[in-house]
């Protein structure tokens, strides 16, 4: 992760550019000087094959259709563990030229707790999630990430290779 842009990116989650709260379809916006799409997606039930068709979508435009499959997992990962861990608000962003073949995924989410990842029990239905993340990106981590005031979160972003970014139509 380039750091610097990193903190470009937490800032604009933070910024008021975006969807309010209430947006109810699948929709997003860009900050004009980068490409970088976020959305405040509604919490349901439906949240993460929304987001999963949201991200589809955008790194098709982008060019990145080689980096659909391993970015919709890793987001379906996490969408779906920040609305079981008790979110009441879900913001997920991607940029798709975080770095060198790079493309950023996050969520930032207000549940209590954070992403503890654990051996694989073969067993076990759950506890595989973050796993694969872990297989999957080439970096991933969280943070402490206040919205403002009285909206403390935290975001988990996840690095993942590409190879086909950049040469879409950039919309
Ligand atoms: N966004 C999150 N907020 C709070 N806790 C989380 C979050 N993501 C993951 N966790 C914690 O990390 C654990 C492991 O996540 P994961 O590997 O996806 O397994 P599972 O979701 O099946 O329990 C979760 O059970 C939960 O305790
Ligand atoms: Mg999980």
Do not use: Y
Request: contains cysteine; proline residues 6%; negative net charge.
């Amino acid at each position: 992760m380039d750091v610097r842009r990193h903190h470009s990116l937490c800032a604009s989650l933070r910024s008021g550019d975006g969807n309010d709260a209430d947006s109810a379809s699948p929709s997003s916006t860009r900050l004009i000087d980068s490409r970088f799409e976020k959305w405040d997606v509604p919490i349901s039930d439906q949240a993460p094959g929304q987001v999963r068709r949201w991200a589809a979508d955008l790194l098709t435009r982008w060019g990145a259709a080689d980096a659909v499959e391993d970015a919709v997992t890793v987001l379906t990962e996490l969408v779906t563990n920040a609305c079981q861990a008790g979110a009441s608000r879900v913001i997920v962003s991607i940029e798709p030229d975080a770095g060198p073949n790079v493309i950023e995924v996050c969520v930032w989410d207000d549940a209590p707790g954070v992403p503890q990842k654990h051996e694989p029990d073969l067993s076990a239905e759950r506890g595989r999630g973050l796993f694969m993340v872990d297989a999957l990106a080439a970096r991933w981590g969280h943070h402490a990430l206040p919205l403002g005031p009285g909206c403390s979160g935290k975001v988990v972003w996840a690095d993942l290779a590409a190879h086909g970014a950049g040469s879409g139509d950039g919309a």
